[in-house]
């Protein structure tokens, strides 16, 4: 036990950041599950207005310290990617089913 009155004060004060951080980590992963699962959905117009709130969260928590910038960037990157590629999936289905040869 911390027998000084900073090292004391040190406790209830990392105590309290762990906490806080703890629920900001809590938040960016729901956000990117919830993210992941309309990905599997593959609902177009639902991804949309998701894309940028998740990608607003992921800034978020390097702004607050939760994640490193490059986790972020790397995570940034693959959602994107992977929302690309429904968009694209669903814009060629339509113009596929036509061309028969």
Same mark, same amino acid.
């Given at each position: 036990m911390a027998h000084?009155?900073?090292a004391?004060?040190?406790?209830?004060h990392?105590?309290?950041?762990?906490?806080?951080?703890?629920?900001?980590?809590?938040?960016?992963?729901?956000?990117?599950?919830?993210?992941?699962?309309?990905l599997? $959905?593959?609902?177009k117009?639902? =991804?949309?207005k998701? #894309?940028p709130?998740?990608?607003?969260? *992921?800034d &978020?928590?390097?702004?607050?310290?939760?994640?490193? $910038?490059?986790?972020?960037?790397r =995570?940034?990157?693959r #959602?994107t990617?992977?929302?690309?590629? *429904?968009v &694209?999936?669903?814009?060629?289905?339509?113009?596929?089913e036509?061309?028969?040869d």
């Amino acid at each position: 036990m911390a027998h000084t009155k900073s090292a004391i004060k040190k406790i209830r004060h990392d105590e309290k950041r762990r906490l806080i951080n703890k629920g900001n980590s809590g938040k960016l992963r729901t956000g990117i599950k919830k993210f992941r699962s309309l990905l599997e $959905q593959k609902n177009k117009e639902e =991804l949309q207005k998701a #894309l940028p709130q998740t990608l607003s969260l *992921i800034d &978020k928590s390097v702004h607050k310290k939760t994640i490193l $910038q490059n986790t972020a960037a790397r =995570l940034k990157s693959r #959602l994107t990617k992977h929302y690309n590629d *429904i968009v &694209k999936e669903t814009a060629e289905k339509p113009s596929g089913e036509s061309k028969k040869d």
